[in-house]
Structure formats: structure tokens, C-alpha cells
């Protein structure tokens, strides 16, 4: 079919085994808007682009419809390419479908649909986004959508460049593959998607490769950003697309239809952002939204911290049930059940919660424990009898380690001067073995200062290329130029990147701090050769006539 400034409504259809050797293969819309209902596109083929279906400026709305099995020779989007277009699809499933392109399931080139309970499985692209792939500032929005068992080159899930920036909800990512990087999620770009209450777990071989703004997320091998753990999720059966997850006070089973309880329960369960309306989850679902695909909607899985307390139970946990961002160094408390004489601590980072302890206090010291990582705990009260009360299992999260410090990625023009050897030399210049800094007197800024002796010049690291050039202009009137990009310390203590310096800004000299008065990128690019150095023992020099704290790698 192919629709032309043009808005047929369609319920109940199939389109199978269609072909051409432009695009759309099942359907291509131009500049048009159907509506379409229960319809399937299976085995359809396109040379160029939307093996299932292509939309130029159109806006389709689509409802529980089905992709599978179609396919593009040339172009991207075995399933679906978006362009100029924003389609609204719910309840849709993309499967199988494939391309010797990019987006094997859906291609969306400056184009922002939206997708609600939508999943992406098994779909493949010889180079990249498995499932879907997002070129030229695209911006979809997906809510509670699943991509599973996807594959490409690069972002089996996912991959996104050129300024393209989805929002996902409540979405997860699972056994995707990517040959080469972004297993889940590949993001080719200096901004990345925006990730809240997701799981990524189980896609090889990383959950995400690049910059990302992830929070409230289960990641697998974590990732920095509020709120966010990294600890199995306990799906039911992943290997047969059950993204349900597992809990002792019940979980939606689609086999049996019907509600069923579990030994375990999953860390994700009342993990989402705690400002999220908990939307349709049943009762009890602990007033806070879950992680994952079902959060929000009837099928959650249900809070076990709703179950009652037993008589005899230990109760009120320090740090409270669920609680994130715990210090390491935290003594745990509770108190004890009725006629409770000591207590069985068990304590660990699974369910298996091995016994650690038998006490008659109710404060619990494990030492130091690691940075970003979620614990199980659990009390077990002992009355005069040796009667034991089981407890109810408890987690937190301790406090995420600190980032790691930035690396520059550029270096500097070859007349930049730093200090060797008590001396201003151009970078160029710099022979192995020199003094960085050195502790002698040297005349810095038109005083006499004593350097910070850093170590010595392990390697002289030199580029040519083009580049972007910058001058950063100080309060003293010098000028520092500096190629691409690099790190500053600045009077705070932190390590700021050239791109975030401004007049508000005040870096770190040997003799004190310093104003900028400018940053100015140069009208031209800087062709030839740049410099950086590499010193033993350190990771940070001193550059220009005010020695102002560098660092590169």
C-alpha cells in the first residue's frame, strides 16, 4: 500500500510477502497519517528502506500491530524508518526483522515517535542499533517497551549518534548483542539518552557505551547516576521472554493468567524513582514505583514490604528497608521481636544470605563494605526455647564511589610554554627526563615561587592533525591555547574540561588562583602538530607564564 497526503483507517490486516525495490515494502507513507488496528506485517522486503513499513513526514498511529520477519537490502529499518516522521505505536512488537544496515527493527532518522508497551526481540543489522537506531536529532520517547536477543555490529539494543537523545521509562534491555561495543545501549555522541527506572542486564558485551544520564536503574557492572544499583533483577524466565520479576508477595504470571507467589523477590520491586507515581501497580506496591518493563502498570510484581509482621519478628531497620546512597561504614540496628533473647544475623550481597552472626545486641558492625553495591540482610529472633521467628529480608544501597578523575583528550599548540627544570619552555621543546616543576626558585608570574616538584618527563606525546583551537585568557593578560579539549584545576578542587570554563571560573596556579577573563575559540582550525606530556609518578603539569594546573593523559 502506499498512502499519499492520505489517512485510510485499517483494522484486522495483513501484509505479507510484499516487495519493491524502493521503499516501504508492506506500506509507504508520504506525507500521510493512518490509523491502523490488530495488523500484522510479516515477510515483507524493501531494497531500500522500511522492509515493513517507511513514513516520510507522516504520523501513523499504530495499535497492538506486529512486525516480523521483514527485511532491507540496501537501506536501514527492517521493521519500520522513521524520517521527518512521528509515529505513535502501542502494544506493537518488532521481531525477527533485519537489515544489512542500521535499525533492524525501527530506523528513525530526525524523527520522534512514541512507543508504550512496545518490544523489540531478535531483530538484527549488519552495522548497527539491532533494534533500534536513532540518526540526526532524533527523540523517541519510550515507555515501558522491552528489547531483548537483539543484534548488530554496534548497540545490539540500541545505538544513537548525531544528536539523537530517546527518553526511556521503565524499559529494559536483555540479552542483546553487539559485536563490537554497546551490547544494550551504543551511543556515539557527546550527549546520550535519558534512562529512568530501567534495567539493563545480561547483553554482551557491555550494558552501555557511552556518555548516558541513567538514574533509578538497575545496570548490570553499574553506572553513575542517583538512585541507580547493580544486582541481579531476578526475572522470572528470561530465556522465554518473562520479564516479570520475581516476588514473594506475588508477581503476574501471563501463562496461567493468574497471580503467583515466589521464593525470591527482586531488588527492582520499589526501586524507581520515589517522585514517580506508582501509576496502576496493585495493592501492595510499597508507594513506590518498580524498575523495569511492568512499573507502573497492573502486571507489577508486588511489594514484599507490605507483608504483615509476624508476632515475634524483628522490625524497624537501620538503614530503613530499601534505602539508597548508605554510607560504607554504616552499624546496622533494629528492634528486637517479643521475647526475642539473642538474634541470628545474616548478611550478604544475594538472597543466599549466609549466617554471619548470634548476638544478644540489636546492632550489627560488618566493617567496611564496597561503594554502589546493594545488601540483603535479615534477623532472625531466638526466644528462651531456641524457637526461631524467621524475619523479613531488608536491602539498602550504599553511597556510589566517587567518578574517576576526567582524562583530556587534546593537547596543547607547540609554542605553549610549561615549567621543567625551574624554567618556561615551549611544550615542543620538552626533553625525556626533565624535571616537572621542580622545588627550585623560578620566576612565576613576576615572583619568585618555589614549584611543586612533580616527577619526570616519561613521554612527549605528539598529534597532527586539524583541530579546534581555544584561547582562555587570564586576568594577568596571558594566554593559554589550547587544542580540542583539556582538564583545568580550579579553585574548588575539581578538575573542570576546557568546553565548561567561564568568567565565573577561577583555576588553580602554584602560587594560588586566577581569573579567566575569556575563552575564545579560534575562527580557524590549528593544522600541525600538538603536544601533551606524560610525567612519571603524576598525572598533572604546569603551563603558561602563570602556572596554571593541567592535566592530560
Known amino acids: 500500500m502506499y498512502n499519499f497526503y492520505s489517512s485510510p483507517t485499517l483494522a484486522n490486516c495483513a501484509f505479507s510477502a510484499n516487495s519493491t525495490t524502493g521503499h516501504g515494502g508492506g506500506m509507504c507513507n508520504d506525507s500521510s497519517n493512518p490509523a491502523l488496528l490488530n495488523c500484522m506485517f510479516s515477510g515483507n522486503w524493501a531494497m531500500m528502506s522500511g522492509g515493513g513499513m517507511y513514513n516520510y513526514k507522516s504520523s501513523p498511529t499504530l495499535t497492538n500491530c506486529t512486525f516480523s520477519g521483514n527485511s532491507v537490502e540496501r537501506g536501514g529499518g527492517g521493521g519500520m524508518y522513521n524520517d521527518d516522521s512521528s509515529p505513535m505505536l502501542a502494544d506493537c512488537a518488532f521481531s525477527a526483522n533485519s537489515t544489512t544496515g542500521s535499525g533492524g527493527g525501527m530506523y528513525n532518522n530526525d524523527s520522534n515517535p512514541a512507543l508504550l508497551n512496545c518490544t523489540f526481540s531478535g531483530n538484527s543489522a549488519l552495522r548497527s542499533g539491532g533494534g533500534m537506531y536513532n540518526h540526526q536529532t532524533s527523540e523517541p520517547s519510550l515507555t515501558n517497551c522491552i528489547f531483548s536477543g537483539n543484534s548488530a555490529r554496534n548497540g545490539g539494543g540500541m545505538e544513537n549518534l548525531n544528536a539523537s537523545r530517546p527518553t526511556l521509562l521503565n524499559c529494559t534491555f536483555s540479552a542483546n548483542f553487539a559485536e563490537n561495543a554497546g551490547g544494550g545501549i551504543s551511543n556515539i555522541q ?282 582562555v585568557l587570564l586576568e594577568s593578560g596571558n594566554c593559554v591555547s589550547v587544542a580540542e579539549c583539556h582538564y583545568f584545576l580550579v579553585e574548588s578542587g575539581r578538575w573542570v574540561s576546557l568546553q565548561n570554563l567561564t568568567t565565573e571560573t577561577r583555576l588553580q596556579t602554584s602560587k594560588g588562583s586566577i581569573g579567566i577573563i575569556s575563552v575564545t575559540k579560534k575562527p580557524m582550525p590549528y593544522v600541525g602538530k600538538v603536544y601533551n606530556l606524560k610525567i612519571e609518578g603524576s598525572d598533572w603539569y604546569l603551563v603558561g607564564e602563570d602556572a596554571v594546573i593541567v592535566r592530560d593523559y
Open 190 to 471: 557527546d550527549v546520550g539518552p535519558m534512562l529512568f527506572n530501567c534495567i539493563l542486564w545480561g547483553s554482551t558485551p557491555e550494558e552501555i557505551k557511552g556518555p548516558a544520564s541513567v538514574s533509578y536503574s538497575d545496570v548490570q557492572g553499574g553506572w553513575p547516576g542517583k538512585g541507580n544499583i547493580d544486582t541481579a533483577p531476578y526475572f522470572v524466565d528470561p530465556d522465554n521472554g518473562d520479564y516479570h520479576l520475581r516476588s514473594q508477595a506475588g508477581r503476574w504470571d501471563p501463562n496461567s493468567e493468574s497471580w503467583v507467589i515466589d521464593d525470591t523477590s527482586s531488588p527492582c520491586i520499589d526501586a524507581g524513582d520515589p517522585n514517580d507515581p506508582v501509576g496502576l501497580e496493585r495493592f501492595p506496591n510499597g508507594d513506590r514505583i518498580n524498575m523495569g518493563t511492568y512499573g507502573g502498570t497492573p502486571e507489577a510484581s508486588l511489594s514484599p514490604r507490605q507483608l504483615p509482621l509476624l508476632p515475634g519478628q524483628a522490625s524497624n531497620p537501620s538503614p530503613a528497608d530499601g534505602a539508597l546512597g548508605v554510607e560504607i561504614n554504616i552499624k546496622l540496628s533494629w528492634t528486637a521481636g517479643l521475647n526475642a533473647v539473642s538474634h541470628d544475623v545474616h548478611f550478604g550481597t544475594d538472597y543466599s544470605l549466609p549466617l554471619v552472626s548470634n548476638q544478644t545486641t540489636t546492632q550489627f558492625d560488618p566493617g567496611t563494605l564496597d561503594a554502589g553495591t546493594t545488601y540483603f540482610w535479615r534477623i532472625d529472633e531466638v526466644d528462651s526455647e531456641g524457637y526461631k521467628t524467621t524475619g523479613a529480608v531488608w536491602t539498602f544501597t550504599t553511597i556510589l564511589p566517587p567518578p574517576p578523575p576526567p582524562k583530556g583528550r587534546g593537547c596543547f599548540t607547540s609554542e605553549t610554554g610549561v615549567w621543567v627544570d625551574g624554567a618556561l619552555v615551549p611544550i615542543s621543546k620538552v626533553g625525556l627526563g626533565q624535571n616537572v616543576g621542580r622545588i627550585d626558585s623560578a620566576n612565576v608570574g613576576g615572583s619568585s615561587v618555589r614549584l611543586p616538584y612533580l616527577g619526570k618527563v616519561e613521554k612527549l606525546q605528539e598529534h597532527e592533525g586539524t583541530f579546534a583551537c581555544y584561547d
